[in-house]
């Protein structure tokens, strides 16, 4: 993966007193979903919280970079679902 996306994890993941640049909970999340434009009609604040469940580890409470660039797929699917998984990221 990309060295700027991994920064873009780090950054959010470690933003506020209590940051860990290597993992990000739920609201470090749902923060990046929403600086970013993601959430939308198509993609609500339900649907990140889903999503981050959806790929974290039943007992954690943060995902790593590896689970957030599946998140990313996920949102990818969700924002647009008439397009297949391997074009949402060729272009």
Do not use: W
């Not at 993601?38 to 007992?59: A, G, M, P």
């Amino acid at each position: 993966m990309s060295h700027a996306l991994r920064d873009v994890f780090r950054t959010f993941a470690a933003f506020g007193r209590t940051g860990d640049p290597n993992s990000m909970d739920g609201g470090k999340f749902a923060k990046l979903c929403k600086d970013t434009g993601l959430v939308s009609r198509k993609l609500s604040t339900v649907d990140v919280d889903l999503i981050f469940n959806k790929v974290k580890q039943r007992t954690e409470r943060k995902i790593s970079f590896e689970q957030f660039c599946e998140s990313l797929t996920l949102l990818a699917e969700k924002l647009y679902p008439e397009l297949s998984p391997g074009v949402l990221f060729c272009n």
